[in-house]
C-alpha cells in the first residue's frame, strides 16, 4: 500500500493499485470527468473525494440530460 496524501482535499489515504486491490476499482469515471481529473490534479484522489466528484458530475449529466431520456 502506497500513503498518500489526497491533492484536492489535503487528507491521508492509503493506494493499493500496486498491491492490486485499490478502493478506486470499483468506480466508473465519465470520460468528461477523467479528462477534468486529469487537468486538474495530479496523482491519486481519496475516494471521499473522487465519491463527491462522481455525484458532481452526475447531477451536471441529469441537468442538461433532455427531459424523458433514459441511459
Request: proline share 4%; hydrophobic share 40%.
Amino acid at each position: 500500500m502506497l500513503d498518500l496524501r489526497c491533492p484536492r482535499c489535503g487528507g491521508d489515504f492509503a493506494c493499493g493499485v500496486n498491491a492490486g486491490h485499490c478502493a478506486c476499482f470499483g468506480i466508473r469515471l465519465t470520460d468528461a470527468l477523467r479528462d477534468e481529473l486529469a487537468a486538474n490534479y495530479r496523482g491519486c484522489l481519496c475516494l471521499p473525494c473522487l465519491n463527491e466528484l462522481i455525484d458532481a458530475d452526475q447531477a451536471r449529466q441529469a441537468a442538461v440530460r433532455p427531459a424523458g431520456a433514459s441511459d
